[in-house]
């Protein structure tokens, strides 16, 4: 038995298996001991605890690497390629969602800075309350640092007092009883005040009236000590309304917890701060404005008051004193003021905007204020009942010669103290309604402070004129380094001279005068060293010109436009100077800018352009005239002031005006082809077609241009005479056989009479002699698809891309036979090998932006605009498709922009009606046909298609608009 119970426990002094772990069957994950220290083991496989889980019925949690791909460890597309394709994509996809975040983001961010002040408003910080209290510890030094008492306990821990206990009085016990007993029985005898008597045991009789009355008082009591009140000998007056006290408390306030806890951080930081620096006033204004923003007006005002007790020299203090208080204790507050800091302007002007009549404003600036001494007494009285009726506030003291049964108390007023403060006479001077007597207070104030210039102009400002000149010339002496008084001076001969009573010779010779006395001054101020820069003496004139002196704005120009300026770079720093002007709307400098320029370089036909085009948008009628009238006298070589100014004329209604203007304009420019054009339309819109044949004629001999007979053929093409027309463009061809307009014109003539094979003929003539002009190849291609004959279309538009490559126009007009002929994918095919061909064409990309799909038009857009440069034809697209898209609003700001870009795009005008058609209002199309009429477009084809077509000659720009709009698809 021993021996089988030895075999039995034989295995405990057995080696352990390998991978053996005590417990593992349990759950146990193996584990290192003190004892295993030494030769350690290592712990059990994965795949021993894999067996020992599926033994316990645990589910194998899989290993998340076992499936990883080794040659792809991070992630599905590691191992591939970053190629450029990729990165358009991301780019693409990039700018979509920038542009769906931009959407609204003015409009959120707006909001929420709208919401983050008004929380800032309600709420606002302490750190935002204090900050300037934070700046204004810069400048203490280290000493006052060292000097900074300790602030004590902060650990907020209570310290351990020891318990007492108290017997507690028997007067306590019995008042504790009779808390919960009552009488109710009253004694019926009435007393002769009107209340009933209650016995109590000890025969004392209960007057309710009286405690009804007492209860009043000390209500009142309390009510004057919250709202801050003032005892007078009128009464009370209180700023709070007893009657709606109990209401008001609804409106009050509560503060969090942690609000609390700031304030008496603050409170604590603030009362160190005053005390180890009782003479730094910004720490007592602080620290009224904490008790304020607390809510606890008694305290604030009794900081206030200690601060102006120790900081007598600070306005700032007393001004904050003054602030805190009613308007009555506000005044006694600063009359204590003026006694410490009488040289305060600040001081007095607030003492002035207390008093709400204006005589007593009056007093306050010029002779003082006035308290009765009846009221001294009083104000004794009341001293030991307030902090507030203080011997700091209340040193009244009457001088000795008043008694004090007549004679009031005077302090003596603002001026009396600070006889040379400007603000201070200009806000006594505003008070006064009569100019005599302003004018009377400034005559003294100039003799007082005769070196300021805003007193000096302002009495002349009230004196008549005659009197106004003898004060600027006293002035001038008083303060020769003063430019304001020689401009007024000018303001003021030029007032004179525009009187009504004045002739014109007179006018003329007082404006001179003008034009003397500014020169004069520059002279002047130079010899006493003020230099002032060009700049600053435009700036003065743009002021004159502001405020109605425009012949003085104009002499100050003259006077100083040349200073500083090299005399090779005059004229460009004229012309960017009156440009700069007239952008800021002053219309005046920059006339009298380019006034002085033209008489400096009168030849300069650049520049009477500019001046032409500047009365056009800003001056009158006449006044274009006569800048034109003067520009043509001095450049009588210029077509272009010529035609300008004919073309005046005739918009004005006068046409023998302009005839008389063009017929100057032949003397001096007797070739000149333009001159002869628009001679010749000026007769034939005016129905003249025979004085304009004639014309069309001597033109032909005088000035025998390609121009002129290519005009004479359109001539006689629009009023029928085709065969006329055919004979002048054979005259022609002989005698410029390279311009490609005389054959396309001849061309055409034949195919609107229907001989297609002389149409042909024409253009074949034309391509041969002229194999370089794109449009004479697309109208060949057009008369062959008119005729039916596609093939032959597609092979002159081959054999025009081969002649001319990199032409869009042909490519497109390839892209459009294509589409007409029915082959949607040819065309699609075209258009891909169009823009391998030309990658920046506007036209091309237009065409391909409309073959998207609808959903990926805006990803394209992109792509266009960025390869084209913000092309206006894709602009115009884009505005397009938002259109589609009816996104309305952006899609008018895209018209806008593709107007704006170029002008002379007359479809981009047609497509912008056709969406206001549909879109805006009457206000609106209106817009687009004025903006239209001004920019007078000439090109784009459908645009060019309708404006040279003979049906619609004579038509208006406005009416050629409107065809196009309604042409358009």
Known sequence: MAANNKNKLAFLSMPAPASYVAGLGRGASGFTTRSDIGPAREGPSAEVIAEAQARRGEEVEPDPEQFQDPDNEYGLFAGTTYEQDDEEADKIYESVDEAMDSRRRARREAQEQAELAKLRAERPKIQQQFADLKR???????????????????????????ERSYVVPDSVLVGDRNKTEFENALDERQQLAGG??????????????????????????????????????????????????????????????????????????????????PKHAPGWIAAACLEEHAGKMVAARKIIKQGCEHCPKSEDVWLEAARLHNNEDAKIVLANAVQHVGQSVKIWLAAADLEHDLKAKKRVLRKGTYIPLLFLPFFALLRPFSFLLSSSFFSFEPPSAFTAAVHPLMLPGALEHIPNSVR??????????SASDARILLARAVEVIPLSVELWLALARLESPDKAKAVLNKARKAIPTSHEIWIAAGRLLEQEACLPSKSAEQRNKELEMVDKTIEGAVRDLRRHQVLLTREQWLKEAEKCEEEGSPRTCEAIVKATIGMDVEEEDRLDTWVSDAEAVETKGRVGTAR?????????????????????????????????????????VHCPQAEVLWLMAAKEKWLAGDVPAAREVLERAFVANPESEQIWLAAVKLEAENGEFGVARELLIRARTVADTERIWMKSAVFERQQGQTSTALETLATALKKFPKFAKLYMIQGQIHQAAGNIAAARSSFAAGIKACPKEPTLWILASRLEEADGRSIKARALLEKARLVNPGTDTLWAESVGVEERSGGAQQAKSMLSRALQEC?????????????????????????ALRKTKDSPLVVCTVARVLWADRMIERAREWFGRATGMDKDLGDVWGWWLKFERQHGNEEQREAVRVKCVAAEPHHSPVWQSIAKDDKNVGKSTREILEMVADALK
Do not use: C
């Open 136 to 162: 204004g510890l810069s400048a203490v030094t280290d000493e006052e640092w060292e000097s900074i008492p300790e602030v004590g306990n902060l650990t907020r821990k209570k310290r351990r007092r020891e």
């Open 592 to 632: 009298a800018i380019l006034a002085f320029a033209l008489k400096v370089y009168p030849d300069k036909r650049s520049l009477w352009r500019r001046a032409a085009e500047l009365e056009k948008a800003h001056g009158t009628r006449e006044s274009l005239d006569a800048i034109l009238e003067r520009a043509v």
């Open 839 to 863: 990658p920046s064409s506007g036209l091309l990309w237009s065409l391909a932006l409309w073959a998207e799909p609808r959903a990926s038009r805006k990803t394209k857009s992109v792509d």
């Open 424 to 433: 201070l006479w200009k806000e006594t001077v505003n008070l006064e309604s």
């Open 196 to 277: 009933f008597d209650s016995s109590l045991d000890n025969g004392a009789l209960t007057n309710f009236v009286e405690i009804g009355q007492a209860r009043d008082k000390i209500l009142s009591l309390k009510l004057d000590q919250i709202s801050g009140t003032q005892s007078t000998l009128n009464g009370t007056s209180t700023s709070v309304d007893p009657k709606g006290y109990l209401t008001s408390l609804d409106s009050v306030a509560i503060k969090s917890s942690a609000e609390i806890g700031d304030i008496k951080r603050a409170r604590m930081l603030f009362d160190s701060l005053v005390k180890s620096n």
